[in-house]
T-cell receptor
Framework: DTEVTQTPKHLVMGMTNKKSLKCEQHMGHRAMYWYKQKAKKPPELMFVYSYEKLSINESVPSRFSPECPNSSLLNLHLHALQPEDSALYLC??????????????FGPGTRLTVT | SQQGEEDPQALSIQEGENATMNCSYKTSINNLQWYRQNSGRGLVHLILIRSNEREKHSGRLRVTLDTSKKSSSLLITASRAADTASYFCATDRYSGAGSYQLTFGKGTKLSVIP
């Protein structure tokens, strides 16, 4: 299984809502990532989890709260978002260092619209 | 911050022609990777070239790397309509605790006309 799955595919939420994005992989990868991608722009790294611990937070506002419940799951909790947070949110995973394999496997993304 | 800058931003070619995309970066790298993204979907890894390599092939893909010029190129030969997508270069660096951090370029949007 070389797939990263993300749910939901689409999400529309108001600025006062609380919602969560989910990501799952069963490739045994120990590094997982959240990216944000605006239209016609490249993905921008938000968070990195390694061995279920947060290793990088790229100065992301606290209205985005990541969580890694276990080595296969990655969540992104959303609260009090702004319309400018509307974007495609991509999850990715990669093998651990030492394997010599650096490629990241991406999920299909969640298209988020904040109204 | 953006590490890679792709050139051109958009490219339109006829099916069967070759497509060349270029990428420049600013700092020293371990590896440079190329990814493809179909409209509004996830990215798919295409090829990785290490900093001590100059050229690499994979099927219809050919990647070159010139570390002295801090640039790379991706050549797709005998293009097909199904190659229509955005192509991104990405530099990777170790980010600690067993993970690698990718920094993507702006991307080239390739349209292959049947």
């Amino acid at each position: 299984d070389t797939e990263v799955t993300q749910t939901p595919k689409h999400l529309v939420m108001g600025m006062t809502n609380k919602k969560s994005l989910k990501c799952e992989q069963h490739m045994g990868h120990r590094a997982m990532y959240w990216y944000k991608q605006k239209a016609k722009k490249p993905p921008e790294l938000m968070f990195v989890y390694s061995y279920e611990k947060l290793s990088i937070n790229e100065s992301v506002p606290s209205r985005f709260s990541p969580e890694c419940p276990n080595s296969s799951l990655l969540n992104l909790h959303l609260h009090a978002l702004q319309p400018e947070d509307s974007a495609l949110y991509l999850c990715a995973s990669s093998q651990e260092i030492g394997t010599g394999v650096h490629e990241q496997y991406f999920g299909p993304g969640t298209r988020l619209t904040v109204t | 911050s953006q590490q890679g800058e792709e050139d051109p931003q958009a490219l339109s070619i006829q099916e069967g022609e070759n497509a060349t995309m270029n990428c420049s970066y600013k700092t020293s790298i371990n590896n440079l990777q190329w990814y493809r993204q179909n409209s509004g979907r996830g990215l798919v890894h295409l090829i990785l070239i290490r900093s001590n390599e100059r050229e690499k092939h994979s099927g219809r893909l050919r990647v070159t790397l010139d570390t002295s010029k801090k640039s790379s190129s991706l050549l797709i030969t005998a293009s097909r309509a199904a190659d229509t997508a955005s192509y991104f270069c990405a530099t990777d660096r170790y980010s600690g605790a067993g993970s690698y951090q990718l920094t993507f370029g702006k991307g080239t949007k390739l349209s292959v006309i049947p």
